[in-house]
């Protein structure tokens, strides 16, 4: 996928989080699609990169399972202001 431009939507405040987190670990989209697949979550590749970009909502359930794959909290991918920000 082309990198993404500074701008971002305003559909969820936690895509531009999660994809430093993504990129923090070396990982690829379609790795961390594979991992919520894995875990149940129906996802493909264009919606991540809609929720990474903001343009989508971000619904409980992904969010539940992105934290998990991280090792964080949902608190944390949505609150800005969270220490590990």
């Not at 430093?20 to 379609?30: H, S």
């Not at 903001?54 to 608190?75: H, N, P, W, Y």
Request: hydrophobic share 40%; proline share 2%; aromatic share 2%.
């Amino acid at each position: 996928m082309k990198p993404r431009k500074a701008n971002y939507g305003t559909k969820n405040i936690s895509g531009a989080r999660i994809e430093q987190l993504r990129k923090q670990l070396g990982m690829k989209q379609i790795t961390l699609v594979a991992k919520m697949q894995l875990m149940g979550v129906d996802i493909n590749p264009s919606s991540l990169s809609k929720l990474e970009g903001q343009t989508r909502v971000a619904s409980d359930i992904e969010l539940q399972a992105i934290a998990k794959i991280f090792g964080t909290t949902i608190d944390a991918l949505v609150n800005s202001n969270d220490s590990t920000t």
